[in-house]
């Protein structure tokens, strides 16, 4: 399956690859989930994207290196994709009503074809913003004028378990991360970001949020119990690896299944992506029903 990321990853020559070709997940990257990784979910992204994307651009193979380097919105992007071959285009779910007097699970039903993706116009790597006077104390321009990249997958890594204690720390965390330069200082350390003022990083927020890629995953619902309308956040990644766990079980039992009656492999079988897997178990299915028939 092919793609085009939204940001697109720039080499040192900075050349920019944004075409993606990926794979669907085989029975070896499914077990990934069984195997108790799931609360790792940046990290298992990146192994999931490291072993199922083929190629980005002319960079081949990718690896987890290369999935770690990309940006936050291609990684969605790329798991969106991904769950598009192993799954199929059509994704359901139920998501709460949030009005405190309700709270029913409402049905929400879309293609990943219609999900609004917003490609970057500049496509980096790095970019620069000047701060206004009232942000910094600064006559001179220079002295204002910041230097910064996007956050990537290696961000999410190291910070996504300080998001759920402290999401303070972890927002000064990614400023220290993706800040390259404050004014002429061209190495910033923590002590320095800690003294920008909060209108500071309020304004190098939102132009990492204006020159940034996005991937809108802000689904529109109307509650059949209340029959008011709401937008609803929708976790792509918490969903996907909803979808992947829910029929983890029937993982070993499908490939005792197929060794049984075929004799192939547990290597052979888990190698095989979940579509081909289903075939030949209703092939053999439809066999079966047959002989029993004729019996």
Not at 119 to 125: E, F, L, R, S, V
Request: proline share 5%; hydrophobic share 40%.
């Amino acid at each position: 399956m092919l793609g085009v990321l939204p940001g697109g990853l720039v080499d040192g020559a900075g050349t920019v690859h944004t075409e993606i070709e990926l794979r669907a997940l085989t029975g070896r990257e499914e077990e990934l989930l069984v195997g108790g990784r799931q609360a790792e979910s940046a990290s298992l992204i990146t192994t999931l994207l490291g072993r199922c994307v083929q190629r980005v651009g002319a960079i081949a193979p990718v690896g987890e290196e290369v999935a770690r380097g990309l940006l936050v919105a291609d990684r969605q992007y790329a798991l969106l994709k991904l769950r598009e071959a192993t799954f199929g285009e059509q994704v359901r779910a139920n998501v709460p009503c949030p009005w405190p007097d309700c709270g029913t699970r409402v049905a929400i039903s879309f293609s990943t074809n219609d999900v609004p993706i917003e490609a970057a116009i500049d496509k980096g790597p790095t970019y620069t913003v000047v701060l206004s006077p009232e942000a910094m104390e600064a006559a001179d321009e220079a002295e204002r004028t910041i230097s910064f990249r996007l956050p990537n997958g290696g961000d999410q890594e190291v910070l996504s378990p300080l998001l759920v204690e402290n999401e303070a720390r972890a927002l000064t965390g990614l400023l220290g991360r993706c800040l390259l330069r404050i004014g002429r200082d061209a190495q910033p350390d923590a002590e320095t970001i800690a003294r920008l003022s909060p209108r500071a990083r309020a304004e190098i927020e939102q132009q990492m949020e204006r020159v940034a890629p996005h991937v809108d995953l802000l689904m529109e619902a109307t509650c059949v119990e209340c029959g008011r309308a709401f937008s609803a956040p929708f976790d792509l990644q918490r969903f996907f690896f909803g979808e992947l766990r829910t029929s983890g079980d029937l993982l070993y039992r499908e490939v005792h299944y197929l060794a049984f009656h075929y004799h192939w492999s547990e290597r052979e079988i888990m190698e095989m992506t979940r579509e081909r897997r289903r075939r030949y178990i209703d092939v053999l299915a439809d066999e079966i029903e047959r002989l029993n028939e004729s019996a």
